[in-house]
């Protein structure tokens, strides 16, 4: 009969590794901090249209914080022309924008953040923006963050996400993920993210929608006159006109 060994009385049992921390993996700084982050945004299981960039580290003084930018192919137009100190030219004002998300992983805090971000293509501050461009190109610019922003607010809330104008923010997702794992965090995540994503995916189209609308509803009324007594009258009641705001 062979002989079997037995484990001595007393020997503890063996001990495994609690699970990586996501706050852990991400806040060791350098070049693994940012490799950490790609890997994490890889494994979301994103919707497939969402295009996640490297991530980044920006070292500000007190503030390190490592950046990856997730967007759509068509939530940026054309850039700003200009050279590098003179005027600054929207291509299309009334139709500008570089709509994107920032996750970002403040290492001074250990916190993780989701943002949605609307701002100009290449990102100007307003100040540089007001200075450098022509006052009605920047309103248009504006007007039209504006109506993305209102039918944002509109919709249905996403869970954990809240719409929060700022100077380039739209909106953020609030999260405690201390003591999360990469799969409990990534699980709350990608949901958020593309819901999120189709949300201004479906803002996009309908601030589309109601400029087209107008305009249509402009040059029709514009083009449409009945003579009364010799003189043209603009016939603002010959014709009946879809009513944007219903959609």
């Not at 929060?164 to 999360?180: E, H, L, R």
């Amino acid at each position: 009969m062979p002989f079997k060994e037995e484990p001595a009385a007393g020997s503890p049992p063996e001990q495994q590794d609690p699970p990586e921390t996501l706050l852990a993996s991400l806040t060791i700084g350098g070049a693994q901090a940012k490799a950490n982050l790609d890997k994490v945004v890889a494994g979301l299981g994103l919707l497939p249209y969402l295009e996640p960039e490297p991530s980044i580290l920006m070292n500000w003084p007190g503030h390190p914080t490592t950046i990856c930018k997730i967007r759509a192919g068509i939530w940026q137009t054309d850039p700003l022309k200009g050279t590098k100190d003179g005027p600054l030219v929207f291509p299309d004002p009334a139709r500008h924008y570089d709509i994107h998300f920032e996750l970002q992983v403040q290492q001074w805090k250990a916190r993780m953040a989701l943002f949605l971000h609307y701002e100009t293509n290449p990102y100007y501050s307003e100040d540089k923006l007001r200075s450098r461009a022509a006052s009605a190109s920047v309103a248009q610019y504006y007007q039209r963050r504006e109506e993305l922003i209102r039918e944002l607010s509109a919709m249905d809330e996403v869970p954990g996400f809240k719409i929060s104008p700022g100077t380039v923010q739209v909106g953020k997702a609030v999260y405690d993920f201390t003591g999360k794992t990469v799969e409990e965090v990534a699980a709350w995540l990608q949901p958020v993210i593309d819901e999120v994503a189709c949300n201004v995916n479906l803002a996009l189209y309908k601030v589309e929608l109601r400029r087209k609308l107008a305009a249509a509803s402009n040059s029709l009324f514009a083009g449409i006159a009945t003579s009364v007594n010799g003189t043209n009258v603009p016939a603002g009641t010959a014709s009946a006109v879809t009513d944007a705001t219903q959609f």
